[in-house]
Each structure stands twice: as C-alpha cells, then as structure tokens.
C-alpha cells in the first residue's frame, strides 16, 4: 500500500513541475504579501516597538506562515468535483482506498509547491531583511513542522470536500475554514500580540499549531518547542483522520442509497 | 476563421438597446441565482463571516499599535468596506467578467458573436455570483461601524465596482493575445484586490504611481474610500474621470482583442 501511495505521490508531483502557472501566480502573490507587510512591521514597529522581537523576525515569521498557506494545493476542490460529477464511483474501484490515492496526490504537489515557493519566499524574506534568524536546526525544524502542517491542511481540505456529498458546492465552508485559519493560526499578526482570550481561543484549535507552530520558530523560541508544535500536529492529525473516515464512511453510504 | 466584431456603441438608440439587452440578461441571472435559495443564503452568508472574520486580524493589529501612517481602524474599516462593497457589486452586476479569459481559450465567445449585442456585455453579465451579496452586505456593515456611512458610499461603490470591473476585462483580454492566460489573469485580478485592501499610505510615491494606472487599486478603493471619509471636489472628480477613463480603455482592448479573436470548432447552443 506504501508504495502505490508513493507512486501517487511522484506522479503528482510530475504533473505539477509541469503545470507551472499555479506556482507562477503565487510566487507573485507571496512576493506581493511580503513586500507590502515589510512596509507595514516596518513603519508600525519604529512606532511601537515590541519587546524581544524586531521587523525582520516578524518578516520571518510571515514567510514561514505563508509558505505553508500558499504551498497546499486546493484538494477540496478536486474531492467536490468528484463526488458532485460522480467520478467517485469509478476510482472506488482502485485498489487504493480513495481518500489515501487523492491524499497522496495532493501531497506530491504539495511538496514541489514548497520545494518551489520555499526556495523563493525565504531568499525575498533575505532581500528584504539582509538576516536570516533561523539556525541550522531551526531549518529542519521549519521543514518538518511545515510540510507536516501542510500535510494535516489537507486532510482537513479532503473533508471540506466530501461535504459535497450534501452540500454541493463546499467553497463556503473552505472560505470560513480558511479564515479561521488566517485569524487563530496568527497567519499575518503572531498569537502573542493578540488580547489573551482570542490567544487562548486559538491555541484551543488546531490552526495554532498549524501556521503559529511553524512560524515561531524565526520568533526565536526555544528550542523544545519544535517537539511540542509536532506533538500538537500529531494529536490533530489523529482528530483530522478519525474526523475525515466518519465522513467518508457516511458519504458512501449515501452514494450507495443513492445509486452512485 | 477571424470574425468581425460589433462591440462599439452607435448613438443613444444603441446604447439604450444595449442596457435593456443587460438588464434582461441580469434580470434572469438574479432569478436563476435566487431559485437555489440554500446556495444562495450559504454562499452569501459566508462570504460576509469571511470578511468579518478576516477584519478581526486588523482588528488586532490596530488595537495593538493604533494606528498605521495615520490609518486608524475605522479609516481602515472604510477601505476594507468600500472594497468589499465594490467587488461584491462588480460580481453581482458583471459576474462573468472572471471567467472571461476561460471564454477566450475556450472558444465561448462564438455563440455571443451570432446575437444582435454587446459580446463584452453578454460575457459580462453571462454569470452572477452570490456571494457578491454577502461581500456588499459585510462591506456596508463595515463602513457603517467606521462611522462613515452617508450618500457618498452610493457613489464611492458604484466607482470601486467599475474600477474592479473595467481591471478584470483589462486582464483577462490578455487572452485574446496570449494562450491560457485564464489562471493568471485570475491570479492578476487578485493582486488588484490585495493592494486594495492595505492602507495607501503604507506605499512610496512610485508606486503609488503603478497603483492608480497598472494596478488600479487607487480607484478601485482608495480614492473611494477618501470619498466616504473626507469628500472634496477634487477627490470626487478625480475618482470619476479615473474611474471613466479606465472603463473606457477596457471597452477598447476588449473591442482591440476581439479582433484577434478566432471562432472555435465547436458547437453549441447558448439558452
């Protein structure tokens, strides 16, 4: 099964590096956000400084968290399309279970997305910074925790997508979803300038662990943190799977009441 | 086969022909949108708790360091407002102006060459989008809770939906010159919508410059929102023959573009 998953994994991945114009566009989206946020820690911090931490690091901050917002590929888009157009029906049929196959898929392009937009986004966080705040450590930390964040996103976007099997068109729930995640995972602004009750509201969900887990690494915080970000990823990602087969289970139920 | 296109106004008979032809196409859009009423309500309702869900980071942001280069909350609140309110109106009004450059690639324009009307109008009010209505409803919501609510939002509105508007035909005509230019066309028109939300004054004056000519955020929220907050003469009139002049240079690449345009193979019938 692991292999045929990889092999899912690769060939997505091809077809990605091909495709370039997605990339395109949001190395030109990512380069536009960094630039105008430069401008905003910039002019907002010679006002108001923050104790411990300086526009550079808050610039870090942003492209760590971008990257990973940027680098996950819409899957709930493609789930939707298969449960709405019915071609559900025939990749069922795969010796893959469908959730694995498609979960395999968007991980490929996922991680040449971020191979991609990393490489980009983190040499214009230099230009724009002149530093770079993370040690070598700090590297494979930001890694492991963001293509880690990365692969959870998507299994919550898998289910966003078998939504369709009721609601049809899911973008109104991804939107929501994709704004709690900007605002509790502290996408743009850290959780540790927030009021204390929306900082412990965040931390409640998973979207801190998410973007706020990764991103803290250029905040300069210890270094056991990386551990306790990956123990968080690895308890919602046990939520987020266990979530994901209920819903699954109960959409082919209806398929299969339906007629397919 | 290279086609010849009709997309220029003939006198006021045209042009009152032209806006009956639309507001029966937008007549029957609206309806079809509203008969799915629980798509609707959602895609709507949603749309505005996106927004408002989104204003809280620079709800935070503002409480924590009051104010960006004499931007406060509620000034921001007008320019989040105005162009939420602006976007929401364009894709209510002219919901297929996103799906333009897909049209182009696709051949779709074919079956609007054969009608007796504007192709760019057809195109244009081919599609309404629902959550335009959340995005106008959350807009006003918004600049209401700025405290700047007055007659002016009519006007800064209705500019801001023409600058959006008049941009996505600008971009996604590219299409006309440059094959499967949909996705960054799409991607372009978002860049508009991202400059205008961040306050202007975040922005040198060069590029200012690019923003009030190859990116026209300057008129599609900046100039609009000054008008809610403090309207003067020379704001409104600039935000008019901005706004006009960029709507007007729309019309002529798309009317340039559809020259270029080659029919597709394919057939088809348009309801």
Known sequence: MLRKSLAFVEIAARQRARDRAAIVGRMGFYALILFIFSRLWE??????????????????????????????????????RDVVRGDLAYRLTRPVPYPLARLAEGFGDMLVRMSVLGAFGFALAFV???????????WVGVAALGVSAGALTLVFYMTIGLLAFWIHD??????????????????????ELYPDWLRALADASPFSALLHGPGRIALGGPPELVFEVAAKLLVWSAVAITILILVFRRGLRSVVIGGG | MPVQPRDRAHGSGHVVALLRGYAALMRTNLRSSMALRVAFVMQS?????NNALFFVIWWVLFERFEEIRGWRLDDFAALYG???????LSVIFAGGVPDLAQRIEDGDLDAMLTLPQSVLVQAAAATTRPAGWGDLVSGIALIALGGHLSAW???????????????????????????RMETLSRQAQEFVLAFSLYPPSLFGSTLKLFLFTVIPAGFASYLPAEIIRAPTAITVASAVVGTLLYAVFATWLFARGLRQYASGNRFGVRQ
Not at chain 1, 59 to 72: G, K, M, N, Q, R
Not at chain 1, 128 to 138: A, H, K
Not at chain 2, 45 to 49: E, G, K, P, T, W
């Open chain 2, 153 to 179: 939002v009519i006007l800064a509105a209705v500019l801001s939906a023409v600058t959006f508007t008049a941009s996505g035909v600008v971009l996604h005509s590219a299409g006309f010159w440059v094959r």
């Open chain 1, 170 to 191: 899911t973008r109104p729930v991804y939107w929501m979803w994709q704004k709690a995640s900007f605002v509790l995972g502290g996408l743009i602004v850290p959780l």
């Open chain 1, 128 to 138: 724009y910074t002149g530093t770079i705040p993370i040690g070598p450590w700090g």
């Open chain 1, 43 to 80: 002019v907002v911090l010679a006002r108001t400084p923050v104790p411990g931490i300086d526009a550079d690091s808050f610039l870090w901050y942003l492209a760590i968290t971008e990257w990973i917002v940027l680098s996950v590929p819409l899957l709930h888009l493609e789930i939707e």
């Open chain 2, 45 to 49: 309702v949603f749309m505005a708790l």
């Open chain 2, 82 to 88: 105005i162009a939420a309110a602006g976007y929401g």
